[in-house]
């Protein structure tokens, strides 16, 4: 007991501190005490949908259900990297079942079109995984008039997730979101980010926090069909995205980066453990954590019952056992 209790006030600390939780140094201390590793066939014969899966976390958590014998499906913007990342995986793993398909989660109506196609061909899914971002330095919209990062990060999985919602039937969604998330508020008199000077870095974690508050209204909605919904954060990963987007701080932190694999570690446990988990939880190296900083800014009831009728306005997407807004 006075040991796990002393792992757990240790863990607090690193978790406050940021350079001793998010760094690498954070998975090299926490594998002394956090939960065991899913069965080596944890996966197998079990359907697992990964988007924004051509490199950094994405590739790494497809790696990681692909070593627990998924049949992994891989979606992104770019044939051409999708098919690269399934050619790594098989000069990895000869016999794993990888599968790709172009898809830009950005665009709702192509989603909506993607969801059906994929539940009638995958009527059994056992997880979709969240992970396809964009940090785009201007504002950008899409051919739908949406602010870029909006239609990335809240607007496209929501559309697919509720897609899949039959397939998904007592499976579970993984939201890949970021620590940046801390530093923002729930943004609801302004989603669309049309007022102040636009920052991609401010988008990103804006919609970062909305995807904190979207995972607690999937977990309510989705209950009744038994799917789990849990979001998690990777910690400070070496990967392209990171590299491109925030030059700056991969520079200084380089030596410090965990490695993509140890970023996606805690995805690939919440989609392959057996452990019982409570849905709508934040986690980070296999542990849940509080999903503010401190216990400031937190969202009323108010402010989030608007963000829900706004994703379900923008999308035309309802909620589980709900009508459509205004029918």
Not at 109 to 119: D, S, V
Not at 293 to 308: L, M, N, S
Request: aromatic share 6%; charged share 20%; glycine share 10%.
């Amino acid at each position: 007991m006075v040991l796990h209790e002393a792992a757990g006030a240790l863990d607090w600390v690193m978790d406050k501190s940021l350079v001793l939780g998010y760094s690498k140094i954070g998975p090299a201390l926490r594998r002394a005490w956090w939960p065991a590793d899913p069965a080596a066939t944890a996966l197998v014969g079990r359907h697992v949908l990964v988007t924004g899966a051509s490199g950094g976390l994405g590739l790494a958590a497809a790696r990681g259900f692909a070593r627990l014998g998924a049949v992994v499906h891989l979606t992104g913007r770019d044939a051409g990297r999708l098919e690269r990342a399934r050619s790594a995986l098989l000069q990895e793993q000869l016999l794993a079942q990888v599968r790709v398909r172009v898809a830009d989660v950005s665009d709702l109506a192509a989603t909506a079109e993607f969801a059906r196609g994929f539940a009638a061909e995958v009527p059994q899914l056992h997880a979709v995984v969240h992970n396809a971002g964009v940090m785009p330095p201007k504002r950008t919209t899409t051919a739908e008039g949406h602010e870029l990062t909006l239609a990335t990060h809240v607007l496209g999985p929501h559309v697919l997730t509720c897609g899949l919602r039959d397939a998904l039937a007592g499976g579970r969604v993984v939201v890949v979101t970021s620590g940046g998330a801390y530093g923002q508020r729930l943004q609801v008199d302004d989603p669309e980010y049309l007022t102040g000077d636009y920052s991609g870095v401010t988008a990103y974690a804006r919609t970062k926090r909305m995807q904190l508050v979207l995972t607690k209204l999937w977990a309510r909605a989705l209950a009744p069909d038994g799917i789990t919904v849990h979001s998690m954060h990777p910690g400070w990963a070496d990967t392209p995205g990171v590299a491109d987007s925030l030059p700056r701080f991969a520079a200084l932190t380089g030596p410090l980066l965990r490695d993509a694999d140890a970023g996606a570690d805690t995805a690939v446990w919440l989609t392959a453990t057996a452990d019982p988990i409570d849905t709508g939880g934040f986690w980070h190296d296999r542990r849940r954590r509080s999903t503010h900083y401190a216990p400031v800014g937190i969202e009323t009831p108010d402010q989030v019952e608007r963000f829900w009728r706004f994703v379900r306005e923008q999308t035309g997407v309802p909620a589980a056992g709900e009508t459509a807004p205004g029918a």
